[in-house]
């Protein structure tokens, strides 16, 4: 699994993201440097964690063929613009990120088509890590699922918990520490 057509590659994600913009060039180059280097031999070898949700997912989710439905893209909100990418066979896993620059020289044209150039030692940081996976974080079924004794919802692959204070459980993690949203 390796990006060998930036270009292509590019244009398959500003079809799929609606435009054209630095983030969809830095996914692309992102994507293309943790695949070399995790080196996976098939999607199913593959999980990805990326750490923001601006336009560089969508390139990243394109580039490497991951879904969150799959579970093979993870989504963790650090608002950084970096990437691991883990492969399960060999248990590795590289975190690829954006080299600091001076971000006044970061937007328009010019840096869309500057980022697909740029060698990779000039654009981007990486480092070989270790991430702990659980397995109800895997690929698959679900390993588990409890109702939430509160709500009544489904809850899936442990991510309930119990009220420490309480000892009530499981319960999702709305209803134990409050959620995004309120009835209205």
């Not at 293309?32 to 031999?41: H, I, N, Q, S, V």
């Not at 909100?77 to 001076?102: E, H």
């Not at 697909?116 to 270790?130: C, S, Y």
């Not at 109702?147 to 918990?161: I, L, S, T, W």
């Amino acid at each position: 699994m390796l990006i060998t057509d930036v270009r292509e590659t590019l244009q398959r994600c500003i079809d799929y993201h609606g435009h054209f913009c630095t983030g969809q060039s830095l996914g692309v180059r992102i994507a293309k440097k943790g695949l070399e280097l995790a080196a996976p031999e098939d999607l199913k070898d593959l999980i990805v964690f990326i750490e923001n949700d601006r336009c560089i997912a969508d390139a990243v989710l394109i580039a490497t063929g991951t879904r969150l439905g799959r579970r093979n893209l993870k989504y963790v909100d650090y608002g950084r613009m970096a990437a691991t990418f883990i492969n399960l066979k060999r248990d590795t896993a590289w975190r690829v990120s954006l080299k600091p620059r001076d971000s006044a020289n970061d937007a328009g044209e010019d840096a869309r088509e500057r980022v697909l150039t740029m060698p990779d030692d000039e654009l981007l940081n990486w480092k070989k890590v270790k991430v702990e996976l659980k397995k109800e974080d895997l690929p698959g079924k679900p390993l588990r699922t409890v109702p939430c004794v509160r709500c009544g919802e489904k809850v899936f692959d442990g991510k309930d918990a119990v009220d420490r204070e309480t000892g009530e459980g499981p319960l999702c993690r709305a209803c134990l520490g409050g959620s995004y949203y309120q009835e209205a």
